[in-house]
């Protein structure tokens, strides 16, 4: 599995960006597709993921609300649509994936085998 993320950059606090993992992967909708980061000096953290298309999406309380999680099977790609973002925000986002990762276990970046090579989101305040 190789996952191949792109969309980082600089912004302006307030702002938006979207990212995009793309999995070279058969049978992408068994996969759990989740979005970590990690900001300078700290530990990875979760940021949100999606199970299937029809699941509901898991996020951090510290993203609720500004960003999405989507994921398009048919493209073999999964997003992050981050709105009002804040300089806090601002770390290296990672895509990883999994075939099995329970509910409870989901936000663990132990529970992911697959990770891509991440992009780096600048907030400017």
């Known amino acids: 599995v190789q996952l191949q993320v792109s969309g980082g950059g600089l912004v302006q606090a307030g702002g938006s960006l979207r990212l995009s993992c793309t999995a070279s992967?058969?049978?992408?909708?068994?996969?759990?597709m989740t979005w970590f980061r990690q900001a300078p000096g700290k530990e990875r953290e979760f940021v949100a993921a999606l199970k299937r298309s029809d699941s509901r999406p898991f996020y951090a309380d510290s993203v609720k609300g500004r960003f999405t999680i989507s994921r398009d099977n048919a493209k073999n790609m999964v997003y992050l649509q981050m709105n009002d973002l804040k300089p806090e925000d601002t770390a290296v986002y990672y895509c990883?994936?999994?075939?099995?990762?329970?509910?409870?276990?989901?936000?663990?970046?132990?529970?992911?085998?697959?990770w891509g090579q991440g992009t780096l989101v600048t907030v400017s305040s």
């Open positions: 992967v058969v049978s992408f909708g068994m996969y759990v």
């Open positions: 990883a994936a999994d075939r099995q990762v329970i509910n409870s276990a989901i936000s663990r970046p132990g529970s992911y085998d697959y």
